[in-house]
């Protein structure tokens, strides 16, 4: 990392072509021009093969996670490809109950990729590691032949320290436990959907990608720490999916209700006119947690006391049920399956 | 959301549930068809069966364009991508439609055909505009309310003299299907069909008079809907006092869309492009005549099965699949040995199980709690 540049980067009009990962000085030109310049630490300053950590502190637990990312189109609104990258490795890491610690970024770039739309995608990752105080301390980078990439695809792996006595998982839901959400649902997955241009709708709807693990120490911070059974990011398939799969890991069976579920209006109108249902839209900065019932209060209070989780509900229980179903009381008094999804989320014909 | 939310609203459906309860009479039973898709999904959605007093049964239809569509359509469309090597494009439900050989659209994507989803008819011919070095069919399906769109899309593709654009036609008739049920069950049939919930989007287009047949031959109340819960529910009502009166009339609970005569300035356009096919396969029902439309000689050019000369060839459906005495209100989802076993939504066997809207999909995807525990 240390090679001198021996020509200027051009990150106005330039391109990212073969040499940029051939290694040689190209590729070090890329590396300390802008991933070593934008994502600056200690760590990354050593230009090591690999990062030297401190071990975490005694009887905690190391937990480590990684994400890959592949989005259409790069940028959308309220985020990109490269802080969805951060977020999602940093999410995964504090739905485990642990507290982030580092990051690892590995890039593969598409022969004639925008230096521009690179640099703006860098620097939204470097923007995102420092709001979550989360450093990416190694990575990488490839380059492929035009049209075996979309652009590029970014992943990430992240490493965390888990306090004692934390032990969210899947497994954890019990009978009888309360089942929170964060906030509204579906976000993430129509802002997305409205920003590839297809579907003729124009919205001011961001999406919902942000860093929970805050709003996780919060609750933590709340109740006991065993008492947090369960936490997920309802991210692709949405909360039934997610909720579907951890009514299978825990092997018991939930009851929700329609009208407790929080959803912006904007997203609720877009998926009537399209026949999407939100439920199954993803999600990027929503947790679901499964408490005791006699912690529900507690945890929603905190919750709704965090600026991620002013509109945190709960929206049903967790049952006794042999085949695991998740089951939904709908506005008008009558009951369903929420089911896993099927093949994609698609609009209605007719 | 205004305009929606009040029709979906739970104090309302409770009182035209109590409404329903003391207008059906206990000692007998009531069976409706309703015929849409958008109606079964409404029920299943909003588990509207919950509602209803024990002795009121709904069988689910078959408006839904993608569960009607016979495998040797899809066949069609598949041949065309993977050796005619065109560009079709398709509605995204289609995609996973079982075709012959193990085949479906999604398969032969993966063999590396150019099948692409398109949200619209108009998308279709904006993208055969934008890439005028690929051959592009749309491979067109759905009742009334789709056709005018791919008719729109036809009349500009021939103002326009777009040669790498055509359509593959698969658009088909309301009323013929309706007509096929009642014609079709044996006399034995149980339940016998009490009435229907007549379509919300297609009597926009066509109104509701054709319907009145089925009230006046077929002596079967029809009760045009829209495709809100609450719309349902007071449909269900309006049938049951139907029944009960026995009158047998075509009534319109969705008058804040549909008239008696429909969208004359969309028949007229529907007229212009496509002609009656004089019979067409089904899936599920089998051939019917007079059941679905082609393209009209006139834009021969723009005919994909004139253009590529296709043949069609029926394929019969799996053995073991009841989606036909299902479609009929014969049987219920359940009665099928495959459902929920060899047939789910992700592995579908029938055309029931392919769209959330078909009555196999709907009762797997919402209904199955409601199914007894398999021993």
């Known amino acids: 990392m240390k090679a001198a540049p021996y020509r200027p980067l051009d990150l106005t009009h330039g391109r990212i072509d073969l040499t940029h990962g051939a290694g040689g000085r190209a590729s070090a030109q890329l590396i300390t021009g802008l991933f070593a310049a934008a994502f600056k630490n200690d760590y990354l300053d050593q230009g090591d093969d690999g990062a030297v950590l401190p071990a975490p502190a005694p009887g905690e637990a190391l937990v480590f996670a990684t994400d890959a990312h592949v989005v259409a189109p790069l940028f959308f609104p309220g985020g990109d ?23 690892s970024a590995s890039f593969i770039l598409e022969e004639g990729l925008a230096l521009a739309d690179l640099a703006r995608i860098v620097a939204s990752m470097a923007t995102a590691s420092r709001a979550a105080g989360v450093p990416i301390v190694t990575g990488d980078t490839k380059v492929v032949e035009q049209g075996k990439g979309d652009g590029l695809f970014i992943s990430t792996a992240g490493l965390g320290a888990r306090p004692v006595g934390r032990s969210p998982s899947g497994r954890g839901a019990q009978a009888g436990d309360a089942i929170l959400v964060s906030g509204a649902l579906g976000d993430h997955g129509l802002a997305l959907l409205t920003a590839r241009g297809e579907l003729g709708l124009a919205s001011t709807l961001t999406s919902d990608s942000v860093a929970l693990h805050g709003l996780v120490e919060a609750l933590f911070n709340a109740i006991p720490a065993a008492a947090v059974h369960v936490l997920r990011d309802p991210t692709r398939g949405g909360l039934a999916t997610t909720l579907n799969e951890i009514a299978h890991q825990s092997g018991v069976g939930m009851q929700l209700i329609e009208t407790a579920i929080p959803v912006n209006p904007q997203v609720a109108a877009a998926c009537e006119l399209l026949g999407l249902d939100p439920l199954y839209l993803a999600n990027e900065g929503k947790l679901i947690a499964i408490v005791p019932a006699a912690q529900a209060a507690a945890a929603l209070a905190a919750l709704r006391a965090h600026p991620l989780g002013q509109r945190a509900a709960q929206i049903g229980a967790v049952t006794t049920d042999p085949r695991h179903f998740v089951q939904l009381r709908t506005p008008l008094g009558g009951q369903r399956l929420l089911d896993w999804l099927n093949g994609d989320p698609l609009p209605r014909i007719c | 959301m205004k305009y929606v939310d009040e029709f979906r609203d739970g104090e309302l459906a409770q009182s035209i549930a109590a409404a329903l309860r003391r207008a059906a009479d206990s000692a007998r039973h009531y069976a409706f068809m309703e015929f849409c898709g958008g109606h079964t999904h409404a029920i299943s959605r909003y588990g509207i069966a919950d509602l209803l007093p024990p002795t009121v049964r709904m069988i689910h239809g078959p408006g839904c364009p993608v569960c009607v569509l016979p495998i040797g359509r899809i066949d069609l469309a598949i041949r065309l991508a993977l050796e005619h090597k065109v560009t079709v494009l398709s509605y995204g439900d289609c995609l996973r439609v079982p075709a012959s050989g193990g085949q479906s659209m999604q398969k032969a994507r993966a063999q590396g055909a150019d099948i692409r989803m398109v949200y619209s008819a108009a998308d279709a011919l904006a993208l055969a505009q934008r890439e005028p070095q690929h051959e592009v069919v749309f491979f067109a399906i759905g009742f009334e309310t789709t056709t005018p769109p791919t008719a729109v899309v036809l009349s500009a593709a021939r103002q326009l003299k777009l040669d790498n654009f055509s359509v593959l036609c698969n658009h088909v008739l309301t009323p013929a299907a309706m007509q096929a049920i009642l014609d079709g069950s044996p006399a034995t049939a149980t339940p016998r069909l009490d009435g229907f919930i007549g379509p919300a989007h297609v009597s926009t287009i066509i109104g509701s008079r054709p319907y009145e047949r089925f009230a006046h031959h077929y002596g079967k109340p029809v009760v045009i809907a829209g495709f809100e819960p609450l719309d349902v529910m007071q449909a269900i009502l309006m049938l049951v006092r139907q029944v009960n009166d026995g009158r047998a009339e075509v009534e319109n609970e969705f008058t804040r869309a549909v008239s008696a005569t429909g969208n004359l300035k969309a028949q007229r356009l ?41 043949h069609y060839m029926a394929v019969p459906d799996h053995k073991g699949c009841a989606c036909g005495a299902i479609l009929r209100g014969e049987q219920a ?24 809207e078909g009555a196999c999909a709907a009762h797997y995807n919402y209904g199955r709690f409601r199914d007894a525990v398999p021993a």
């Open chain 2, 333 to 356: 989802p359940t009665d099928c040995k495959l459902f929920a076993t060899a047939c789910t939504p992700h592995t579908p066997v029938g055309s029931c199980m392919v769209s959330s």
């Open chain 2, 270 to 310: 529907v007229d212009s492009v496509f002609e009656l096919r004089p019979g067409f396969e089904w899936r599920g029902l089998g051939a019917i005549p007079d059941s679905a439309l082609a393209i009209r000689a006139d834009f021969a050019p723009w005919d994909a099965e004139r253009k590529y000369a296709l």
């Open chain 1, 81 to 103: 490809i490269g802080s969805l990258a951060v977020h999602g490795t940093l999410n995964d890491l504090a739905m485990m109950g642990a507290r982030p610690l580092y990051l």
